[in-house]
């Protein structure tokens, strides 16, 4: 059975801090690995990630895909208290012509100032 | 552009009595997903839908749960004598193609049993 697996399930780091979220998978016919980023409302698109060893960065964010090793890091630099929040690690599985998200259980991250 | 627009955004109903949750997907997009996300747990696929079919519904109870996008108007999630169990984050997504990656989420709809 396809599934995806966040670490850790919390983390409470202090502005300024860097941070690393993990996200590990086993699944038939991947084909890509997408970030989300969930506060009070609806999860956000942050990457998609289809190519080991290349990595996204968007601001501070950064993320990268190791195939071999079936996994994603996604790396936050000098955190802010906006950063708070569940990052979703998810895995398109494909379902009658398209696909459907199976997700990890998230990492709710805490920023203190 | 609006995006996926769900409503209501919190619910509440006493065990027993249904459940009606609506999404309307972004502008141009006729692939309707919905999720659940239990307290504590990550989301969980329920059902996908294309305008007047329901494609994949692997992940919704056989029971009491039912799904339709018709040709007019939103995408229905509707749940028959509600149970406290039922109490989660109901969430729609869609997309635009068949063969894209990126779903696009509505800000979710709480329900609450009592």
């Known amino acids: 059975e396809d599934k995806v697996v966040q670490s850790p399930l919390s983390l409470v780091v202090h502005e300024g801090d860097t941070v690393t979220l993990n996200c590990s998978y086993e699944v038939t016919n991947f084909r890509s690995l997408l970030w989300y980023k969930q506060e009070k409302k609806a999860p956000t698109f942050l990457f998609m990630l289809t190519s080991s060893g290349i990595e996204k960065k968007s601001g501070r964010l950064s993320s990268i895909l190791d195939k071999k090793e079936l996994f994603s890091i996604l790396n936050i630099t000098a955190t802010q208290t906006g950063d708070s929040a569940v990052y979703l690690c998810t895995i398109p599985q494909a379902s009658g012509g398209t696909y459907k998200y199976i997700f990890g259980t998230g990492t709710r991250l805490k920023v203190l100032a | 552009n609006a995006g996926v627009m769900q409503n209501p955004r919190h619910l509440v109903r006493r065990r027993g009595q249904e459940a009606r949750l609506r999404c309307s997907p972004m502008?141009?997009?006729?692939?309707v997903y919905w999720y659940r996300q239990l307290p504590e747990e990550g989301l969980k696929f329920m059902v996908y839908?294309?305008?007047?079919?329901?494609?994949?519904e692997s992940g919704m109870p056989k029971e009491r749960f039912s799904a339709e996008f018709p040709k007019e108007g939103p995408s229905i999630l509707r749940i028959q004598q509600v149970v406290r169990g039922d109490s989660a984050a109901y969430f729609c997504a869609s997309s635009p193609t068949l063969s894209t990656d990126t779903q696009y989420f509505g800000p979710g709809t709480r329900l609450t049993v009592l």
């Open positions: 502008k141009g997009h006729s692939h």
């Open positions: 839908l294309q305008k007047e079919n329901i494609i994949d």
